[in-house]
DNA sequence: ACCTGAACACCGTTCAAGT
DNA sequence: ACCTGAACACCGTTCAAGT
């Protein structure tokens, strides 16, 4: 595989080729296809070579959902109405999320050694929930309570578990409709344990529009 | 390792023995311990032999998480207070499943080949949300979203991701207090969507008696 | 600093035997 | 049917070189 190259001569590696290629990879085989072996393979290049821009597969793969959570759409900060920008927030994490499917699993599985991106989220989640008329002890139960379940489940849209007696597997459309109930329910308890929050979470799942389904 | 047995002999393994090993071995060694070439060290056997009472890795997982869920407390069916049942339930499987923390993401990543101790925990929440009051489109979307999120936060209970800002890592208890929070959220919602539900959920989760905090 | 060659210490699984 | 011995086709990672 290795392109005729001597032990001295370099092939122009960064981390950045190397996160895009663990991408494609990714998107390509699925998770089984995401080994180093392979990626190098990929890369023309030896397998340890990766070890000059990545310090380990698990440093990896970090990376790599950090770079998946980088495309989460972070609109105005939706200053006039936090209800429906944090309604809009955890539903564009979950499409991410679940166009990466397979990442979410591996990342649960190790320490969660939290990307840049992570941190932005979470911070823009505190935020609106605090606009919305939260307080604090609760705004971190609450903040706690949405990501667990957004990405939960993104990791259970491909496999659900027990769904009760002999019924098919639920699609992925049904799947977002129950994420979008569940999360209705959700912002309506956390702005009912406030009621002199400005505006009633349950608003915004009322008035966002339609996604369309996703591919 | 193996102790003296020529390749005639037997070992006198069994279905149960491999898994109750595996059970000891991921106790003690955590998830990285469980291999199947550990696992037959500790039975004083060749790797291969294995394979004569597990169809494969993937299927011991599966086994071991089943017979993990088979700990859950059903009990008796509450058929006076539904409310109060489902509550209880969610809650034990959630003490369950934390105690076992590793096993979740590893079962989170295969195909959810649900093992009969999962399906009868789906059968008998769904017969809660209908003794609730709770009518048929909406109970399979609640039943999706409780499992979904009480596995969720047990998988996260060792390692949240991003809970926003510099804020050091929640303890289990914590966590615990967090899940209990959003629990309440989702079952009021549930009820709040439905006035005609015979008990409000909320209810339960006031009147749910304390548990001691996990060892 | 970046890459190669070779190796180490593992994996899960299969196949051909033995009783 | 249950087990062993040996092997296959992989892993992630390290170490000593080369430029």
Known sequence: MDHGRSPGHRAGLTHAAVL???RE??????IAGLTMRMLAARLDVAPNALYSHV?????????????VLGEVAVLTPSVENPALGLHQLMTSTYDVLVG???????YLSRQGAHGP?????????LDLLRRAGVPEPTASDALRVLIVYTIGFAAFTRHLPATGGSERRPSAAEMQ????????WLLAGISDDHPDAQSHLRFASE?????????
């Open 177 to 184: 409709s129950s994420f979008e109930h569940g999360l209705g």
């Open 25 to 30: 990879l990714l998107a390509e085989h699925g």
């Open 100 to 106: 990466h499917a397979d990442l979410v699993p591996l």
């Open 207 to 215: 008035t966002e529009p339609k996604r369309p389904a996703r591919k």
């Open 117 to 125: 991106n992570a941190l932005r989220l979470g911070e823009v989640t």
């Open 20 to 22: 895009s290629a663990a």
């Open 55 to 67: 310090a380990s597969k698990t440093a990896l793969v970090d990376a790599l959902l950090d770079d």
